[in-house]
């Protein structure tokens, strides 16, 4: 499945973004779907992940309760809506699929074998 992330940018802290990935090539009902972050200088560390058909979503504890994940499988297209976003926010944001059994726990890179380009997000204070 090929994968194309877009909707990053600048932003004041405080404001909000929605970030889209759309699915291509494969049935992206068949995958779940996960986003991840890098900053400069940093490892690239998990965000949120979302199941095959929506109901079920993980966060990492730095994003819950301002990001949330959801996914449209009509448009083969997963959302990250991040709200309240601070400067520690600021990385290069990717979109990920996989096929990892989702009662395994998915929220690590390994249980992702798709990656789309990332997109910038940047947060000024």
């Known amino acids: 499945v090929q994968l194309q992330a877009s909707g990053g940018g600048l932003v004041q802290a405080g404001g909000s973004l929605r970030l889209s990935c759309v699915a291509s090539?494969?049935?992206?009902?068949?995958?779940?779907m996960g986003w991840f972050r890098q900053a400069p200088g940093k490892e690239r560390e998990f965000v949120a992940s979302v199941s095959r058909g929506g109901g079920s979503t993980y966060y990492a504890d730095s994003v819950k309760g301002r990001f949330t994940i959801s996914r449209d499988n009509a448009k083969s297209t997963v959302y990250l809506q991040m709200n309240s976003l601070k400067p520690k926010d600021t990385s290069v944001y990717y979109c990920a699929a996989g096929t990892t059994p989702w009662r395994l726990g998915v929220r690590d890179a390994a249980d992702f074998g798709s990656w789309g380009q990332g997109t910038l997000v940047t947060v000024s204070s």
């Open positions: 090539g494969r049935t992206a009902s068949n995958y779940n």
